[in-house]
């Protein structure tokens, strides 16, 4: 696979996320409720749908979700059967976790928590003999005018 392939994929999902940003779906009243990783014990935030960030073959899916007061929250989402992959993941600048280890299973993921961070820099290393996968991905997050959630800026290297 070259590394063009990845690039185009990331390209694409832009493409769609900016299109449903625009068309108003994200602007739906009937959002999923979603479970508070803010540790607080007051009313759970009501979540957007989950949206692809990239598809990374053999090593998992990357997707993003927001709550309705801004926060962002990304998940590592592993194919089942896969491999173990590491993962770093920093919330601008901050480290939010370091080289966690990621078995495959069913419905096991990782999730960052929901933060009010405009920048998440995810780095997940996949290693399976005779190579070594390893993607880096930068997120920029941001509200429209409106109130509605978008991953303004992605990058996939």
């Given at each position: 696979?070259?590394?063009?392939?990845?690039?185009?994929?990331?390209t694409v999902?832009?493409?769609g996320a900016?299109?449903y940003?625009?068309?108003?779906?994200?602007?739906d009243?009937?959002?999923?409720?979603?479970?508070?990783h803010?540790?607080?014990?007051?009313p759970?935030?009501?979540?957007?749908?989950?949206?692809?960030?990239?598809q990374?073959?053999?090593?998992?899916?990357?997707?993003?979700?927001c709550?309705?007061?801004?926060?962002f929250?990304?998940?590592?989402?592993?194919?089942?059967?896969?491999?173990t992959?590491f993962?770093?993941?920093?919330?601008d600048?901050?480290p939010?976790?370091?080289?966690?280890?990621?078995?495959?299973g069913?419905?096991?993921?990782l999730?960052?928590?929901?933060?009010h961070?405009?920048?998440?820099?995810?780095?997940?290393?996949?290693?399976?003999?005779?190579?070594?996968?390893?993607?880096?991905?930068?997120?920029?997050f941001?509200?429209?005018?409106?109130?509605?959630c978008?991953?303004?800026r992605?990058?996939?290297t």
């Amino acid at each position: 696979m070259s590394l063009r392939q990845p690039t185009l994929l990331i390209t694409v999902v832009l493409a769609g996320a900016l299109g449903y940003v625009l068309l108003g779906g994200g602007s739906d009243p009937e959002r999923a409720s979603g479970e508070d990783h803010r540790g607080t014990s007051g009313p759970r935030p009501v979540l957007s749908p989950p949206r692809l960030i990239a598809q990374l073959p053999q090593v998992g899916r990357l997707a993003w979700q927001c709550d309705e007061n801004g926060a962002f929250s990304t998940s590592l989402s592993l194919p089942d059967p896969g491999a173990t992959v590491f993962v770093s993941v920093t919330a601008d600048g901050r480290p939010v976790f370091e080289r966690r280890r990621v078995d495959p299973g069913p419905g096991v993921d990782l999730r960052t928590p929901l933060q009010h961070v405009p920048r998440q820099r995810w780095r997940i290393r996949y290693h399976h003999k005779p190579a070594t996968i390893r993607a880096r991905v930068r997120i920029r997050f941001a509200q429209s005018r409106i109130g509605d959630c978008v991953a303004a800026r992605l990058s996939l290297t």
